[in-house]
């Protein structure tokens, strides 16, 4: 299972959020690219980067930021944030994003998602299904849909997408643990998808726990920059599972 750790980008800073209320923001870093680099030296190789002002502005925001962690490291970038346009999307590519996550866009303007997947391809465009007591949430998580989030990646699966990233955000920045019952029931409904878990990391034993679940990656955050998990034991965890 693919170890991931989040980057939060507000005003260019590295940031996390409870439940992704703005208000509870608390600045971990001045500079992102310094978090970036210390992630990379204990043998790290993936980051989410997510444009937190992108995503309340809908457009994309923090791109140079993005363009300056993927010049001056080595990891494979997945970005998200705001992308609602051919523009964003082709911004974040330009910029250094190995991948983008397209949430909103996925139910506000399906057939724009759909021909990204067709140009872009399935390995590019992650869909972002992040749900509140399993309805599929929009726009920075301020708004619910009235999409339940099992039929939604069903749906995109049969349409190609091949990952998913589900944060459960009742559990995001909370420390209580991750969802593992939405996620079992996200892989008894799609065996082959690939499911990336993310929200409510608190302790390195929940990891295991994914991964037996039979999730792709895991995106860890607060418990990181809290120090509950420590990047060393990340990176055991790597060595361990790449031998």
């Not at 029931?185 to 878990?197: E, F």
């Not at 034991?233 to 790597?238: A, F, K, V």
Request: charged share 25%; proline share 3%; glycine share 8%.
């Amino acid at each position: 299972m693919r170890i991931i750790p989040a980057i939060d980008i507000i005003d260019g800073k590295c940031v996390r959020l409870s439940k992704g209320d703005y208000a509870t923001k608390i600045i971990y870093n001045e500079d992102p690219l310094e978090v970036a680099k210390q992630f990379e030296d204990y043998g790290i190789q993936y980051l989410h980067l997510v444009d937190l002002d992108g995503a309340k502005s809908h457009q994309i925001i923090n791109h140079k930021i993005l363009e300056k962690i993927a010049s001056k490291t080595h990891l494979s970038i997945d970005f998200g944030g705001g992308l609602k346009s051919d523009d964003d999307v082709k911004i974040a590519f330009s910029s250094g994003a190995n991948q983008i996550t397209g949430g909103s866009i996925a139910i506000k303007n399906p057939n724009l998602f759909n021909q990204w997947l067709t140009t872009y391809g399935n390995d590019k465009i992650i869909l972002g299904a992040d749900s509140n007591n399993e309805n599929i949430a929009v726009n920075g998580w301020l708004e619910e849909s009235n999409q339940k989030i099992i039929p939604f990646i069903k749906n995109y699966y049969a349409k190609g997408i091949k990952y998913v990233i589900s944060t459960d955000i009742a559990k995001d920045g909370m420390l209580k643990g991750p969802s593992f019952d939405l996620y079992k029931k996200m892989r008894a409904a799609v065996p082959n998808l690939n499911i990336i878990a993310s929200g409510g990391i608190s302790c390195f034993d929940e990891i295991p726990k994914l991964a037996k679940i039979g999730c792709e990656g895991v995106i860890i955050g607060k418990a990181i920059y809290e120090n509950r998990i420590s990047l060393k034991q990340l990176e055991n965890y790597i060595l361990k599972n790449n031998n």
